[in-house]
């Protein structure tokens, strides 16, 4: 399959590039293409391909692993994780995962509650988050769900691993 005028005047472009069509209309190729010309004409350089689905990252990797011998230096990821991992390179931030939130709920739950069920607690979490009162909860829970607060920040606090310039 031969690539239209467009198609291949991205491909051959120097320079960053971004490549926005319809579906259908060989984005995908020309981002491989043109992945594989970088890596032909400067065989060091880094090359970051970002997509908005993990299924056209998958697609596009797949593809890459075919027209290229090696993916070393190549990074294809969605926006999302892209922009995840710069964070936390840079600036090594954590970013509390769900089941890092589901265990500082159980720590705050069990250095709180006495009379409470772990569930009835998870159930008060998700009311408080939402909006309702404290003062419509039990006191106790009320400040478990503090404590819970006080957890996630201590865990996704900013730590600066480098000095700033």
């Not at 090696?70 to 710069?86: M, P």
């Not at 954590?94 to 500082?104: E, G, K, M, N």
């Not at 159930?123 to 988050?129: D, G, K, M, P």
Request: glycine share 4%; aromatic share 6%.
């Amino acid at each position: 399959m031969r690539l239209n005028a467009d198609q291949a005047a991205s491909v051959h472009h120097d320079g960053h590039l971004l490549v926005v069509a319809c579906p259908g209309s060989g984005k995908t190729r020309v981002l491989v293409e043109r992945a594989a010309r970088l890596r032909r004409d400067t065989p060091s350089a880094p090359i970051a391909l970002v997509t908005f689905t993990r299924e056209a990252a998958r697609e596009i990797r797949g593809r890459l692993a075919q027209a290229l011998p090696a993916l070393d230096g190549v990074r294809v990821a969605t926006f999302h994780a892209f922009a995840l991992q710069q964070l936390m390179t840079a600036g090594g931030i954590r970013i509390c995962s769900p089941a890092d939130q589901l265990s500082l709920m159980r720590r705050a739950w069990l250095e709180i509650c006495s009379r409470t069920t772990f569930s009835s607690f998870q159930a008060t979490v998700e009311s408080l988050s939402c909006g309702v009162s404290p003062a419509d909860v039990d006191l106790e829970q009320v400040s478990a769900y503090d404590r819970y607060l006080e957890l996630l920040l201590e865990f996704s606090e900013v730590r600066i691993t480098e000095p700033c310039s």
